[in-house]
């Protein structure tokens, strides 16, 4: 299986249960592996022949703009399956951390895999 990956790709999303999490933006960092299931971009070097990480990017920071996920498994779920319906991967592993939100934690988060993993 081939993989493209975007790690510490940090987006601002309203994320939180608590009240002033509802009002105030805050920077997640996002780390995604994604299946590609075809090595033609390998040989053709093409950028037609696989996932534009680059889309991928704009568009989960898009999707995010409007959203607001009281938990971050809420938010890793949301971006999986927008990559997946988007972009037609048959895998993806997301995980989701939210930045120095606890005293004496520097990160907490959640990491999930959804689909099938090509042989």
């Known amino acids: 299986m081939d993989i493209i990956f975007l790690h510490d790709f940090k987006v601002d999303t309203l994320i939180g249960v608590y009240d002033w999490e509802r009002t105030q933006m805050q920077t997640v960092q996002l780390d995604l592996d994604i299946a590609i299931t075809s090595s033609n971009a390998f040989k053709s070097d093409d950028i037609t022949d696989t996932i534009h990480y680059g889309l991928v990017a704009e568009t989960i ?9 009281l938990l971050i498994e809420a938010l890793a779920e949301h971006i999986a399956q927008l990559v997946m319906d988007e972009f037609s991967t048959p895998w993806i592993r997301v995980k989701v951390t939210k ?13 999930i895999e959804r689909g099938e993993q090509p042989a």
């Open 61 to 69: 920071e898009e999707s995010l703009k409007n959203q607001h996920f």
């Open 99 to 111: 930045l120095g939100i606890l005293p004496k934690v520097k990160h907490v988060g959640v990491m």
